[in-house]
Structure formats: structure tokens, C-alpha cells
């Protein structure tokens, strides 16, 4: 009887803990799709510099690499690390009994964090047209033409260490989050045009502004120094000095275009 009730108690306790585990896991956070405003317009069919897709796809680890990742107790998400290891592989041997090594990797930029993303839809003016209708006695329209490339540029708000690696976390986690089409430098080609129609009426000046927009990326990134230990078969990452790094990043929105429109007895 004693051990009926003994086994009982050892059930409840199990039910209890596993109950704690999952009340204590938190949902991931969700990607979060920003609203686009009116004034912002997609202009990939009718931009005449064709810009290549920024495509970023996380990279997959291969089944040597996803071991020792799991092995290093400091987090590591930089796709070109990830892309090193899965090009390497280390055999295992009845012989590696006494085996004992230390692999020097360098510094790295290990992960980004993100604390804060968001837009800016007027990040660079890039065009203006302009028509005066002050002598005009009827309403005049205009729309959007592009009078000369532009090239947008984005980049880091501070210099680091291996800033392409970090560019490209920063830029996975905004595109991740916005969910927007997000480049570094996007080019809108002279001669791009927009249908859309803007009316000057009689006795006033037309300007019609075109921005480029841009995402203000805002986060963390961690450094640390990576080595790879062998020890007889048994491999894994150990990392040291580890340090993190407050980084910001403009990343201007590809293909897309803010316009503002206004209607003066003034110039401008």
C-alpha cells in the first residue's frame, strides 16, 4: 500500500512540473506586417533601373554544424559563420582516443538582437516636380516623373567589426519584423514614372515631392571569440570575451516612394 501511495505522490509531482514548464514558456514573438500609408507607393513595375531582390533566407545549418551550435552555450546566428562551419566537417575515428585540439575561428559578430524598428516614409528626397499655374485660368495636372537617377544609400550609424556581417543580421531581423522589401542601396532610374494625378489649381504653384523611404533598425550585437574543441570524438564551440555593442542602421525600402503634394501662392 505504502508503495501505491509512494508512486501516486511521484506522479502528482511530475503532472506539477510539467504543468510549470509550459505555463513558464512564452510564445515567440510574431513578425508584425507595418501599414503602409496612402502617400507611399510601390513603384517596382515602373522604376527603370531594375533592382535585384534582396533575398536573405536564413541559412540552414547542416547536421555537423547544428551539433556544435548546440554545444557553444552563447547563442550564434551569423549566417556567414554558419556558412564556414557547414563547409567544414571533422570525422569521427575509432583512433581520435587521445585527441585533444583547439581551433582558432577569430572574432565574430555572433548575433543581433532588435530593440527597436521603425519607419521613417520621408528618408530622402529624391525628386521634385514643379509647374507654376499662377497665370493659369483652369485647373493643371501633374504626376510623378523621376528627372534623374538617384541612388539611396543606408548603412550603420557607428563603425564595428566586421560590418557586413553585421548589415546583413540587422537587415534579416528588420525584414523579418517589417516584413518590407529592405536593401541598403536601392536606385531609382530617371524617367520612372507614376500615374497618379495631382491637381494646381488657378493662381498657384505645384510641387510634388518624391522620398525615398527607410527603416531605423535599432539593437544589440554580440562579439565574441570562437574556437573549436576536439576532444577524442567529442567536438564543440566554446566562445570567450564576449562583448555586446548598442548599433543602429538606416535601411532604406526598396521599389517604394512617399509623396507629398502641395499647392502654394508663394514660392517654395
Do not use: C
Not at 554544424?65 to 551569423?78: A, G, M, P, Y
Not at 517589417?178 to 494646381?200: C, R
Not at 565574441?224 to 564543440?236: A, S
Amino acid at each position: 500500500m505504502k508503495k501505491i501511495f509512494l508512486a501516486f505522490i511521484i506522479v502528482l509531482l511530475l503532472i506539477g512540473t510539467m504543468g510549470t514548464a509550459f505555463a513558464e514558456k512564452k510564445p515567440e514573438p510574431k513578425a508584425q506586417s507595418y501599414q503602409i500609408p496612402s502617400s507611399v507607393l510601390n513603384i517596382t513595375k515602373e522604376n527603370t533601373y531594375p533592382n535585384p531582390t534582396q533575398d536573405l533566407p536564413y541559412l540552414q545549418p547542416s547536421e555537423f554544424t547544428d551539433n556544435l551550435l548546440n554545444s557553444s552555450k552563447v547563442r550564434i546566428e551569423n549566417p556567414n559563420l554558419i556558412r564556414m562551419l557547414n563547409e567544414s566537417s571533422v570525422n569521427k575515428t575509432p583512433f581520435a582516443l587521445g585527441l585533444r585540439a583547439t581551433i582558432y575561428l577569430g572574432e565574430w559578430p555572433l548575433y543581433y538582437e532588435s530593440t527597436e524598428t521603425s519607419p521613417n516614409w520621408e528618408y530622402q528626397k529624391i525628386n521634385t516636380n514643379y509647374y507654376d499655374n499662377r497665370g493659369g485660368r483652369n485647373i493643371y495636372q501633374i504626376h510623378y516623373v523621376q528627372e534623374a537617377q538617384k541612388v539611396v544609400r543606408g548603412g550603420l550609424t557607428a563603425k564595428v567589426s566586421n560590418a557586413d556581417d553585421v548589415m546583413k543580421m540587422m537587415m534579416l531581423k528588420a525584414a523579418e519584423k517589417t516584413q518590407l522589401p529592405l536593401a541598403f542601396e536601392t536606385i531609382v532610374g530617371a524617367g520612372t514614372k507614376k500615374d497618379h494625378i495631382y491637381n494646381i489649381p488657378p493662381k498657384r504653384l505645384g510641387y510634388l515631392y518624391a522620398y525615398a523611404p527607410a527603416i531605423n533598425e535599432k539593437g544589440k550585437v554580440t562579439y565574441g571569440e570562437v574556437y573549436i574543441t576536439l576532444k577524442g570524438n567529442k567536438r564543440q564551440i566554446v566562445v570567450k570575451n564576449v562583448t555586446t555593442h548598442g548599433i543602429g542602421a538606416w535601411i532604406p525600402v526598396q521599389d517604394h516612394l512617399s509623396f507629398s503634394f502641395i499647392a502654394s501662392e508663394v514660392p517654395k
